[in-house]
């Protein structure tokens, strides 16, 4: 049976390669969540103007892999701790959250924070909020690792998610 799963992790190119190749997952759409405006454009969304978030729509098969199992890769993608953004990228629009779509979600997402938060003794800044929308993101920002991977291995490297190999 597939399920939807919605996170945001900063810049949403960032994080869609490795979901992207995650046995189980049928398809991941980079775009737009939380806020209140319909049909934002990136440029709004990145000048803080819409109250969305970069953010990341995984349709999977849960006979395959679980939420649990993408809970723990996003956090294995992330800077857990970064209430400003992730990396260079700062604002709420690169802020983290979860965007749940049922109670089994949100059942989840808050024990694995809540366990995560008692194994480090630090708070972590991942909003845990209910699905309200998501809009996709312009086409050019789809698999934007795949059409441009010189420049998406540049990203990497420039925004600290990735150290420069010598």
């Not at 959250?97 to 024990?111: G, P």
């Not at 924070?113 to 050019?140: D, H, R, S, T």
Request: with cysteine; net charge negative.
């Amino acid at each position: 049976m597939t399920k939807t799963a919605y996170f945001a992790g900063g810049c949403f190119w960032c994080i869609t390669p490795v979901f992207k190749e995650t046995y189980g997952v049928i398809s991941v759409v980079s775009g737009y969540a939380g806020g209140d405006e319909i049909d934002p454009t990136y440029e709004d969304v990145k000048q803080q103007k819409t109250g969305h978030r970069e953010t990341i729509e995984i349709i999977y098969d849960d006979t395959v892999i679980t939420y649990d199992e993408l809970f723990d890769i996003y956090l294995g993608g992330i800077d857990p701790f970064d209430a400003g953004g992730q990396f260079i990228d700062r604002g709420h629009s690169y802020t983290l959250a979860v965007y749940c779509t049922d109670d089994a979600q949100k059942e989840t997402a808050t024990a694995k924070i809540a366990w995560a938060e008692e194994k480090c003794g630090q708070k972590l800044a991942i909003a845990v909020e209910p699905f309200k929308n998501f809009y996709a993101a312009e086409e050019y920002h789809q698999d934007y690792y795949l059409k441009n991977p010189e420049a998406f291995e540049k990203e990497l490297i420039e925004s600290g998610r990735k150290s420069k190999e010598v």
